[in-house]
């Protein structure tokens, strides 16, 4: 299919979402097949099913190429030069499932930058996953599309004002890439605690649930991680197909990380067959022969297959285009499918009162709103990839004249660092409300807001340290 | 071919510095995790030096299942009347309910929230929409509520509800609501407030006639106790030992909901007597 007809297709199903979600603003939450737990039904369906995919695969694209990058693995260098605007996507996908969900979504904005409470795990969500990853990534993004943008500029390309805007203060010499190095590893060492930190919070979203069992817990939050991994890994396998080496990594990570999520979901499974607790027992035999098993066994077989294939191409040390994107869509159905039993089996069947069981059918606006959604995390995946193309290109640029000098580069990014981190440290001491009423407001108004800042704060002295040179002339680059 | 003693020592460097991090990283999270788990902070002591601690003692020998309690909830707090559609799509909201019998039992069981001294709901909620006052209840602010319904998933007695549409009443006069008591707008959780209105107004009563509040005059306060025929529902200062709902409390009779869930709830049943 062509692009120009990719891009219909998907503004198509933009707008079929987009209609849908003004059906539900308009109609109420009614619209959906959500209803009172307990009631026979369940309270989270469909969108925070997939704000849960998409969060947790994005964060586990960017994790695993912020590896790549500390490492140094130039071999991976296509995979994680994709990783970002997929993540990017991923991200902005999942903001648009939770800003579905929410009942009051411009209550949202308004209170949670306001009074947003650390101790709720939500906070984490909006802070470290749709805060400072997606900023953080964002800065990455552009700072590693700089040198192509600055190139784009000397070729006097469409838009060339644009480029030359995006791209002011790179300069083709050496030390400028070596900075670009250097703040490319560092960059990636600072945000991979951020992602992994997300990741574990978005498993404790799913898999901590009072009445459950600690073990239980613990298993649903590691099971979430670890299988946000392979569905990460299923689609940096399909941006990696073209450079072989990469793509064999790709295929043994993911079958390292679908072997471990089925062992982990097995012994859950198992576990849970074992246990006292009458709710988990329910749980565990709605998976295995109740309503749920089709669910179960599929996301098995796909995890299992998806597996066996990964790990046939890596012996084979050969990737087929097909088989890759086969095998990427198998095993994000398989994590799909974890998550929506992880989330939705446990309201219907894991109540540890006699309430009766529940159902969840999901109607028509529901897979408007998430195919909506998933149509225009595509798109901006597509306009980040066209925007953001890296070419090589040995043209030195022509020389100019640079006013700055190291000791102020560092004198700016330190200064930005500390501020940050001091304003986000205040942020959160001010967010956690000390010496206030329990469980009521943070001290002062706003500190949320002032955790973001510090947080964005500090992913700035990134750019500050790349976008201040030497004073060298360019023009000098020796590679 | 010779290695370079300088990559060795960038190696050296870098190994290091990543092992410091990741013990640093380590212990930010254990020390975040603490904070996390930390208890409740300590409750706040009433005007007269002792806490109250709000609570509920249902006797279930004495309960009709007449659903009275249910009734007389849904008038006092402006709960609107599931109409048609709602009703159709099982939407209807209940802040007093009956649990369905548990199997190898006959009878179901009234159930408001169970205010929990260690409440999951409130732990969640990411904007402090719902909290515990320092006589314990916990109470819901509908106009911070952002719609989430995290309270309703955390909740393991299901005792939330979340306004789907757009709340109506018959006839939609306004003259036939409760005052005292805001209407939910659609899109915030609401949820039983053991109609904390009224308990302001008793102490307000109390505090203008400078007489202390009688146990007499609380244990009937809800609505839910008030229109109780068989007087199954009792109200008070759990923290009193004087008080009936205290003396019910300790009774050998008492049960807890899902002790096993550990959050400690504030309303008390008394078994049935075999």
Known sequence: MKVRQSLLLLTA???????AWVQQALQGDVVMDLHTIGAGGVAWGLYVVGDGFFASTALAILAVACVFRVLRLRDMEGVTRTALPLGIAGLVASLGCVMADLGRPEAAIVNLPLVGRPRSPF?????????????????HLVLTSRPAWAQRARKGERWSWVWRLLACGWHETASAKQRRERVDFWLSLGVLPFLLGGLAILGVVFGVRAGRPTWQSVFAVVTFVVSGGAAGCGLLLLAAHACSRASVIATRMLGVFTG??????????????????LSVHRYARALLDGPWSRFFFAELGLLFLSGIVSLAMAWRKKVPLILAATTALLVCAAVALERFLVLVAWQTHG????????????????WSVLVGVTAAAALVFLFLIKVCRTETSDAPEPASPVPAGRRLRSLVTAASLIVGL??????????AGFASAPFLDPMLPGGPLVFLAGLFLMGLAAVAYELISDGEVPGSAKT | MKRDPFDDDVRDSRRKLLAGL?????????????????????????????????????DLDRCARCAGCVVAC????NVAPAGPRVAARTRPIHWMDFLPPAPGSFAATPIPCMHCQDPPCVKVCPVGATYQTDEGITAQIWDRCIGCRYCMA??????????????????????????????????VVEKCTLCHHRIRAALERARLDEEPLSDEALRRLPACAQSCPTQAITFGDLADPTSEVARLAASPRAMRLLPEAGTRPKVIYLREST
């Open chain 1, 260 to 277: 471990i999520t089925v062992l982990l979901v097995v012994t859950g499974q198992i576990l849970a067959l074992r246990t006292p607790y």
């Open chain 2, 154 to 187: 955390a909740c393991p007695y299901a005792r939330r509800y979340f306004n789907w549409s757009e709340p109506s009443w018959p006839g939609e006069d306004p003259s036939s609501l409760n005052p005292d008591v805001a209407p939910r707008p659609r899109g």
């Open chain 1, 123 to 139: 906070f984490g969500t909006f802070t470290v996953v749709a805060g400072a990853s997606l900023f953080a990534s964002v800065v």
């Open chain 2, 74 to 77: 849904q008038q006092e707090n």
């Open chain 1, 351 to 366: 109540l540890g009162l006699s309430w009766p069981a529940g159902k969840y059918n999901p109607t028509s606006i529901e």
């Open chain 1, 13 to 19: 199903l933009f707008t079929v979402g987009a209609y």
């Open chain 2, 22 to 58: 990741a013990a640093s990283a380590a212990g930010v999270m254990v020390g975040c995790a603490r904070a996390v788990a930390a208890p409740s902070a300590p409750p706040v002591q009433a005007a007269d030096g002792r806490r109250r601690q709000w609570g509920l003692v249902i």
């Open chain 1, 422 to 431: 001091a304003v986000a440290a205040s942020g959160l001491a001010l967010s």
